[in-house]
C-alpha cells in the first residue's frame, strides 16, 4: 500500500502544479482558468508532433511544446485582459470554457483521437526509500509543484514586480491610476503559468492517459487541490494535489474500492465545499 501511494505522488505534483497555477490566476488576474490543463496538453501534443513528423530531438520538441502552450495561455489572458477587464471573476471564469472545448476539438482535428506517442523525457527509479522506489518522474512533478510556489511566495513578497502584482490582484483600478501597466502583467501571469502546465504535462503524459480530453480534465483534480486553499493558498493548493494524488494510489491497490479512483477528485471537491459551509450548516441546524 506503501508503494501505491508513493507512486501516486507523481500524478500528484500535477494535481499540485496546475493547482498553483490555478491559485496563481485566481489571485492575481481573476480567473479560474479552466482552460489550464488544455493548453499545457495542445502544447505537449505539438512536442509529440515535432518529434514524430518533423524530426526533431525531444528535448528541443520539448521546448518548443512549452512555449506553444505558454502562448497559447498568453492569447486567452490578452482576450481577457483586452475586453473582459471590468468583467466579474464568473464571467471571466465561464469564458476559460471557451478556449477549454476548442483545444480539446482541435486537437481532435489536428492529432486525431487516439492516444499520442509520447516519449518519456524522465524515466526509471531515482531511489529507494526503506525497498520503497521513487521514481524521477515523482521527483520532477513534485519537485516543479514545491519550487513554483516557493518561487511566486518570494516574488510576491520580495520583488517590486511582486507588490505591483500584488496591488493589481487587490485593487485594480488604484493600481492602474498609479501607474502600474496592469495588461502586460496580466498577460505575463497567463504565459507562465501556461509554461508550467505545459511542463508537468509533457513530463507525466508517457505514464498517463495520453488523450487530449484525459490530460484536458486534469483541471478537476488541479481544481480540488486549489480548493483546499480556497483558491488563495499556495502551500495548501501544493499540499491539496499531493494528498489526492496519494490517495489515488492507494484506492488503486484496493480492489474493493479501486472503482472511486476516478471520482476522487469530486468527492474532494464536495467535501471541502460541505467543510467550507459548516458555519452556516449549523447555525441553521439550531
Known sequence: MIQGALAGLAAGGVYAALGVCLTLMSRLVRVVNFAQAATGMFGAFCAVWLVTAAGLPIWLASVLGIL??????????WVAATWLSEANVTTRSAMTVGPLLLLISLSFILFGNKPQPFAPIIAGPAFRVGGVVISQVTLATVGVAVAVALGVHLLLVRTRIGTQLRALSERPTTAELLGIRSRPLSI???FVTGLISALVIIIIAPSQSSDATGLSMLIVPAAAAALLGGFRRLDLAVLGGLVLGMLGGLVAQIDEV?????FLPFLFIVVLLLWSQRKEVWDAAR
Open 68 to 77: 506553444i502552450g505558454g502562448l497559447l495561455a498568453a492569447v486567452i489572458g
Open 188 to 190: 505575463a501571469v497567463w
Open 258 to 262: 479501486s472503482v472511486i479512483r476516478n
